[in-house]
């Protein structure tokens, strides 16, 4: 799928980007492009992998259309990392949202149309489902907009993969905790009774792995994720710590945060199929042939909602979740 490709990662020198730039390196593709607008991440990415000569970074934003047409040339994979992502930033500036995460979506299907890129896989959220806050609603918009380009092409085919919350990305939970333990500060919960799904990196570039081999292009694929309450996700890493296990305090709920995430809607859950053990699959709500052909014999899914609540894991969970990310020793 990889081996002698030429590839474009959007929003390369992110946390996912800089993971799955890793991974896909050992797949020995022709180029990987990073298009991103960060000068300073992007030099300090390039000295971090040794100056390989397969990677070429490309300093644009997807907002500009130039930009990612010219980056676009040639490229047969192009993975649709880049994005605005914190819930409080796209509420305060949610014009800025907008630009970012549905015109430079759009962007990215215009240039891909154009040089008639075969695959393209964009990286979508939980929060798109059911979106309450600008960062969801846009992500949604998003995500409507590449499944609709399946029928704008028969020469480039678009899905979507759904993610949870990464372990150690800028801005998450796990790294604001470390901090706050590091500086001896009780830790903040926004809601006691708040629930997320999680993943690692490596679940994460799994995922996308599986959509960029697997999709015939108009899906949505869905890891199955582990989820807790964020109040035994504090309370482990401060027994861990050797600090009260009552040593958090209750700020109060953001705007736009939602109690619980989910990544399956009951609207979605009709027309969502078991991929398999670590995969479910849902179809959009017209598909085409390719699409019924490629998932007949796939059983239909048993729940109506997949919820961050509906099956939590217990304290000994999380202590070995954040084990094998890396995030306890």
């Known amino acids: 799928m990889i081996k002698g490709k030429k590839i474009l990662i959007t929003g390369g ?3 996912w980007g800089q993971k799955l730039t890793e991974v896909l390196l050992e797949q020995d593709p022709a180029e990987i492009r990073i298009l991103s607008r960060n000068e300073y991440a992007q030099i300090a990415m390039q000295r971090e992998f040794g100056h390989d000569p397969r990677l070429r970074f ?24 880049a994005a605005l992502k914190h819930v409080p930033v796209c509420e305060d500036q949610p ?24 695959k393209v896989i964009d990286v979508s959220t939980d929060k798109a489902v059911d979106p309450i806050n600008v960062y969801g ?35 998450s939970v796990v790294p604001l905790f470390r901090r706050q333990l590091d500086d001896g500060q009780m830790l903040t919960i926004t809601d006691e009774g708040m629930t997320r799904f999680f993943l690692t990196r490596t679940e994460a570039i799994r995922l996308l792995l599986k959509a960029a081999e697997a999709a015939v292009g108009g899906e949505t694929f869905v890891m199955k994720m582990k989820a807790c309450k964020m109040t035994d996700l504090a309370i482990v890493m401060l027994e861990q710590a050797g600090r009260p296990a009552s040593d958090y305090k209750v700020t109060g709920i953001r705007p736009g945060e939602k109690l619980h995430e989910v990544l399956v809607s009951p609207f979605e859950a009709p027309r969502t199929y078991k991929y398999d053990e670590q995969y479910y699959v849902i179809l959009p709500q017209d598909p085409d042939k390719r699409l019924r052909e490629q998932y007949a014999g796939l059983a239909p899914v048993a729940f109506a909602e997949y919820r961050s609540d509906s099956e939590m894991m217990e304290r000994k969970g ?10 306890i020793d």
Do not use: W
Not at 70 to 80: D, K, M, P, T
Not at 95 to 118: C, L, M, S, W
Not at 143 to 157: C, D, Q, V
Not at 318 to 327: A, H, K
């Open 13 to 15: 020198t992110g946390s």
């Open 58 to 81: 490309v300093i644009g934003d997807i907002r500009d259309y130039t930009a990612v047409e010219e980056a676009s040339q040639g490229i047969q994979v192009l993975f649709h990392l």
């Open 95 to 118: 014009d800025e949202a907008f630009k970012t995460n549905v015109i430079g979506t759009q962007n990215i299907i215009r240039a891909a149309i154009y040089h008639r890129i075969p």
């Open 137 to 171: 609603m846009t992500k949604a918009l998003g995500e409507k907009m590449m499944i609709r380009a399946n029928g704008l092409s028969e020469h480039t085919r678009f899905v979507c993969i759904r993610g949870g919350n990464v372990l150690g990305t800028s801005g």
């Open 318 to 327: 999380i202590l070995r979740f954040l084990r094998d990310g890396g995030f």
